[in-house]
């Protein structure tokens, strides 16, 4: 599990400086337009929406744009009909990277794409050739003063999760995509506030970077998260927290 609580405490630490990403609204908006029209407007029957929501919560979008995005997405309002699509590709130093995205144009997405990755020294690699290196979970994340571990172990095993570990400060809880909605809604259940959930891929192997390779690393990802069609960017990089810290500096 070590390697799978690497990437997760990276993403909290790019967590904040991502929710200020020009980006951001547009991103959340085409999920929440998509989760509706496959799912319905309903949060409470419709789970990814529900998701979707919580993240927008997450970064302060003003509930008038959810409100107008879950509308275009049922068609009660006009809107856009988005395609779903996968990048495998490289980061420098090898690093594995998987591009997930929404999109109204699959030709110009690729084509930016790949402009993105050979501006920073990446390569798309052939469909399925990263994919594999991940696993599809669900991951919730507590901070620990909000309870004890025990008493968290117990209610999350038993509604279904895989595992628990502390990083830091927080708890993070892994679960089988099918069992993630059962673990949150018992957690919400306790009225115990999360950090974040959500469905995400972890890495099945981490590989270490350092010095002006991990900045490079970080600045591809980056440049592929500032690009709105792009949803979530997975890669297998570690990088300390010295280094990470200097980098953020």
């Known amino acids: 599990m070590s390697g799978h609580s690497k990437w997760a405490t990276i993403k909290h630490k790019k967590a904040a400086l991502d929710a200020k990403r ?3 609204f547009t991103r959340i908006t085409r999920e929440i337009v998509t989760a509706a029209k496959e799912g319905g407007g309903d949060p409470n029957k419709n789970p990814r929406l529900r998701t979707a929501m919580l993240r927008a919560r997450g970064i302060n979008m003003p509930s008038s744009n959810v409100e107008n995005a879950i509308k275009k997405g049922t068609g ?5 009909t988005y395609e779903s699509f996968t990048f495998d590709a490289y980061a420098p130093g090898g690093i594995a990277v998987f591009i997930e995205g929404l999109t109204d144009n ?3 997405t690729t084509a930016e794409v790949r402009n993105i990755l050979t501006r920073k020294n990446g390569s798309l690699a052939s469909p399925g050739s990263v994919a594999f290196l991940f696993n599809k979970k669900g991951l919730i994340v507590v901070e620990v003063k909000i309870i004890n571990e025990t008493d968290l172990m117990d209610l ?4 279904g999760a895989e595992d628990m570990t502390i990083q830091d400060d927080v708890y ?3 679960t089988d995509p099918s069992a ?5 809604s018992a957690i919400e259940a306790k009225q115990l506030p ?3 959930a959500e469905v995400t891929m972890i890495p099945t192997t981490t590989v270490k970077v350092t010095g002006s390779e991990a900045k490079n690393v970080l600045a591809l990802v980056d440049a592929l998260e500032d690009y709105e069609d792009v949803q979530n960017v997975y890669a297998n990089f570690d990088i300390s927290d010295e280094d990470m810290a200097a980098l953020e500096g």
């Open 172 to 174: 993070e809880i892994t």
């Open 194 to 196: 999360m950090k974040s």
């Open 76 to 80: 009660e309002l006009p809107g856009v």
């Open 180 to 184: 993630f909605e059962a673990v949150r």
């Open 156 to 159: 999350v095993l038993e509604a």
């Open 106 to 108: 699959k030709n110009r």
């Open 22 to 24: 020009g980006a951001a």
